[in-house]
């Protein structure tokens, strides 16, 4: 069985510019989230979705944005990047709300 | 709010002892308590989650964590330290949703 996919695994951005992050679930499970991880700290929430739809969002600005698609992959979009933005992407899947999470290897990115 | 707090940034041990890896939690409500590990340049890997029922949890690797109420703690354990259990570890607690909120890690170190 595949685990929770994410793609690519390390990219190397400009300030300004925007990125998108991919993320397949595992098989079968409808809600993906995704975290932050800087250097350091701990993964930090910044979307749920759940059959398409946003169930939660962290504190993130406007610049971060997400979407769910039929097939239950996700993507992760972040605008007019920031050098702060550089970090570790990281998506879980889960089978429904309210069961564990599996993450993904995660997706580096560095913002130069 | 929910938080959970991890008191120690490290934590040696000798690799055949036993080991402990401290977490607190403050909840509303009922605790969904969770225990990942991390291994260097990879995402998260589910160990064990605490939802309702025996106070001891037992996980995958070996692990196992105690949960106490009275003192609000979640510690990971495991008899035997092996030294390729050396990785960051990081206890979490479901808010709303599937949202998880992580402590800031503690580094387990191995010693042969």
């Known amino acids: 069985d595949a685990g929770v996919t994410q793609s690519p695994t390390h990219l190397i951005k400009t300030r300004g510019q925007h990125v998108t992050l991919r993320c397949s679930p595992i098989?079968?499970?409808?809600?993906v989230s995704w975290y932050q991880q800087v250097l350091g700290q701990g993964p930090q929430f910044i979307f749920q979705?759940?059959?398409?739809?946003?169930?939660g969002r962290g504190n993130f600005p406007d610049r971060f944005s997400a979407r769910q698609f039929p097939n239950y992959s996700s993507e992760l979009n972040v605008n007019a990047l920031l050098l702060g933005d550089s970090a570790l992407y990281l998506c879980?899947?889960?089978?429904?709300?309210?069961?564990?999470?599996?993450f993904g290897q995660g997706t580096r990115l560095t913002v130069v | 709010a929910q938080s959970v707090a991890q008191p120690e940034d490290q934590v040696n041990v000798a690799e055949g002892n036993p080991l402990t890896v401290k977490c607190t939690y403050s909840?509303?409500?009922?605790?969904?308590l969770f225990w990942y590990v991390q291994y260097p340049n990879r995402g998260l890997q589910f160990l064990l989650k605490?939802?309702?029922?025996?106070?001891l949890v037992k996980g995958s690797y070996g692990f196992e964590a105690e949960f106490n109420k009275s003192q609000t703690s979640f510690h990971l354990k495991k008899p035997s330290a092996l030294v390729s259990d050396s990785a960051l570890y990081f206890c979490?607690?479901?808010?709303?949703?599937?949202?998880?909120?992580f402590g800031t890690g503690t580094r387990l170190q191995v010693f042969p």
């Open positions: 879980a899947s889960s089978l429904a709300e309210n069961t564990e999470a599996f």
């Open positions: 605490y939802i309702t029922g025996d106070n």
């Open positions: 979490a607690v479901r808010d709303t949703g599937d949202k998880l909120i």
């Open positions: 098989s079968g499970h409808k809600s």
């Open positions: 909840v509303s409500g009922n605790p969904y």
């Open positions: 979705y759940y059959e398409k739809e946003e169930r």
